[in-house]
């Protein structure tokens, strides 16, 4: 890398940045015990994640004859050498937040981790019945022999390692693999007078390994966990059937060469190296833990009931103020353009539409796409309706979804066996863009409804994302809703739309264009700004057009979750930029984009984040919101997000990120508290206006 300091924040490193972030929300005293635990939850998911698409995908670029570098100088060697050392160091803080503080808060409330060492014979009659009755029956040790395949254990899982008494000293070592089955519980509740009280069941399997190997002595024990790399890709180029393409995928996933391996810190060396050797792992990929493995098991213990004092208050979702229970959504929509705030706003109109759409005679079609959806989905449920109703149903299943690739290949199927037109994505690209269509037949002709959208077709996640919906039944938005979906479903060829653009033609172009825009009026002496919501930031063109704004004078604010590859306050670069990440209770996932445009704000809504692979390699949409009152409502939600002095962080010119204080005097703005106040009072308004309403009958006079 050239001394001189890059204008641009590696990728991978900003992504661990971001993943420091929530780890501080577990570290933070403020914030309640199982909220914390919660957050660490997160941290230790995000990384399996991490390990299985980053660090597996960077592995296989590892070519000693041809040095790739970032955009930031950084080869990829050195990139696997730098996520290495920091993620050492956040997993000793992971354990440290864990063990040192967590665990010990929590048995003073009641929920104690308890040893085998620790039971009381109460509890240790229960666990051997446990054991013997469930366990047991359920479990298969698997001898490993050097000379043969290690067993094809399945990722993430947790498993015990075994290392038993050779019958001779010169006699290689002899090991042993207890893969414990995913359909156990983790967690093993046992008797207790009062509280919450729970062994691993790793541990309990520790405790009777001398009845799963009878008469074997066991030397000593470790559990470990196996990462694989997910970066696998389907060649559609020569792919005659998507479907077994993928399915393939899943397979070799299955299969896949081991990214991670994460050890018991007790494991002596001999059992170390032969788990390193038989998985054929570097050294830097192996991980000794400190405490329990797989710390995205404790999301089940975050949620325990019995113990609300040490969970946030709820906010229940809140009722829009612009639509009436009583009413149609299809009469809602007619009369003005909507627009929600989820999860402070209800999910329940998006749902609506579509099972309104089902069940009403006067609607002829639905299109719409599916990236990802949840495990009973009542989308799904509600388009087999249509389709069952002899309505025109075509849906776009992204097969690609990672990780969800296995749920929507059945969601697929079952669509197809009700009779919808089901669509696997686009090939070559993912489609990612959220958007469902209504045709409709009304008295006065057919009237298209649209829901564009920057979070899924979700009910589930749409409770824990920060998300935007928009509903409108304009004839703009209509024909161009109708003529993208088109355009992805068949063999036509782009067109230009009347209001939005879509990925991966004309939307990054629109985005330079309204950069550009921007930066011509700064020169003419206009004021000019840019204002930013998104998930991740890396796309260079786009970079490198915001710091040509910031050197022409241009306010650049960007509120920026995740990733974050700009680098801020450079000199004679980007003074001009600022760049904050809110990470809190709920999941920032709306992007929101203002353009100042000489105080004739242009204000969009995407589904696209600012990363190449949104913008080269997706279907996404960028679509504008100029109804007054909607387009108002999107700079407030901006606004917020920027006067966030409690749970905001801002990015420095080094990448390091520091959080926001509030200065004297002046008081605290928790933006997401303040968009569920908000949603409170708006509802609360609403209620008082519809109670108003009353309609007195007209009695008759009483007989004299």
Request: proline residues 5%; contains cysteine; negative net charge.
């Amino acid at each position: 890398m050239s001394d001189k300091p890059s204008l641009f924040i590696n990728r991978e490193l900003s992504w661990l940045a971001f993943n420091q972030r929530v780890l501080e929300e577990a570290f933070d005293t403020t914030l309640p015990l199982l909220e914390r635990l919660k957050f660490l939850a997160i941290t230790g998911s995000n990384l399996d994640e991490f390990f299985m698409v980053r660090v597996g995908g960077l592995q296989q670029l590892v070519d000693p004859e041809k040095e790739l570098a970032d955009p930031c100088g950084m080869t990829v060697a050195q990139q696997l050498a730098q996520v290495s050392d920091i993620v050492h160091r956040m997993v000793a803080d992971q354990y440290r937040c864990l063990l040192e503080d967590l665990e010990d808060k929590l048995a003073t409330e009641g929920i104690r981790r308890l040893g085998i060492d620790q039971l009381t014979s109460d509890q240790d009659a229960y666990v051997e019945r446990l054991f013997e009755h469930e366990i047991y029956p359920v479990i298969t040790p698997m001898a490993v022999d050097l000379e043969e395949p290690f067993p094809l254990l399945p990722g993430l899982g947790v498993n015990l390692c075994v290392r038993l008494k050779t019958v001779d000293e010169s006699d290689l070592p002899r090991f042993a693999v207890v893969a414990i089955p995913k359909g156990l519980a983790r967690f093993i509740t046992v008797p207790t007078d009062r509280g919450y009280h729970y062994v691993l069941i790793e541990d309990i399997i520790t405790a009777f390994l001398d009845r799963i190997f009878p008469g074997e002595p066991v030397l000593e024990s470790a559990p470990f966990r196996i990462t694989r790399n997910a970066d696998m890709s389907v060649r559609e180029d020569s792919a005659s059937d998507l479907l077994v393409q993928m399915k393939e995928v899943l397979t070799e996933r299955r299969q896949s060469s081991c990214v991670r391996l994460e050890i018991g810190a007790k494991a002596s060396d001999v059992l170390r190296s032969f788990l390193k050797t038989t998985l054929n792992t570097d050294e830097t990929a192996i991980y000794s833990i400190a405490g329990p493995l797989a710390l995205s098991a404790y999301f089940r213990l975050s949620a325990i009931a019995g113990f609300d004092h040490l969970q946030n208050e709820p906010w229940p979702p809140q009722p829009s103020p612009v639509i009436s229970s009583s009413e149609s959504i299809f009469d809602a929509i007619a009369r003005h353009d909507i627009l929600l705030f989820h999860p402070y706003e209800s999910f329940d109109p998006v749902l609506r539409l579509i099972d309104e759409a089902a069940s009403d005679p006067s609607v002829l079609a639905i299109k719409q796409i599916l990236y990802r959806t949840s495990e009973h989905s009542p989308v799904v449920a509600a388009l087999a309706r249509a389709a069952d109703r002899d309505k025109h149903v075509t849906v776009v299943v992204e097969l690609k979804a990672r990780f969800d690739e296995a749920r929507n290949i059945e969601w697929a199927a079952s669509l197809e066996h009700a009779g919808v037109q089901v669509i696997y994505g686009v090939k070559g690209l993912k489609t990612h863009a959220k958007i469902c269509i209504v045709v409709r037949r009304e008295p006065d002709g057919i009237r298209r409804y649209v829901h564009f959208g920057t979070g899924n077709y979700n009910e589930k996640t749409a409770r824990l994302y920060s998300d935007v919906s928009f509903m409108t039944c304009d004839e703009d938005y209509a024909a161009d809703a109708s003529t993208f979906f088109n355009t992805i479903t068949g063999y036509s060829q782009p067109i230009k739309y009347r209001q939005i653009e879509a990925a991966p033609l004309s939307l990054r172009p629109r985005i330079l264009e309204l950069i550009d825009n921007e930066i011509q009026r700064r020169k003419q002496g206009q004021e000019a700004r840019i204002t930013v919501k998104l998930n991740s930031l890396e796309d260079e063109k786009i970079i490198e057009a915001l710091y040509e704004a910031s050197k022409a004078g241009v306010q650049v604010l960007l509120n920026v979750r995740g990733i974050c590859c700009l680098r801020p306050g450079v000199e004679g670069v980007s003074e001009n930029i600022s760049v904050v990440s809110v990470v809190d209770r709920f999941l920032e996932h709306s992007r929101i984009l203002c353009f100042h445009n000489g105080g004739d704000e242009q204000v969009f809504i995407s589904s696209a984040d600012w990363m190449g692979r949104n913008l080269d390699r997706r279907v996404e949409l960028l679509v504008p919101v100029e109804d007054p009152a909607c387009r108002q409502r999107l700079v407030s939600i901006l606004n917020t997000c920027f006067s966030d002095n409690v749970k905001a962080r801002r990015l420095m010119a080094d990448g390091t990120y520091q959080r926001v204080e509030t200065p004297a005097r002046k008081k605290t703005v928790r933006s997401q508290e303040a968009f569920y106040q908000a949603a409170c009072s708006a509802a609360k308004a609403a209620s008082k206006a519809d109670a108003a309403v009353v309609f007195q009958p007209q009695r008759p006079a009483e007989a004299g």
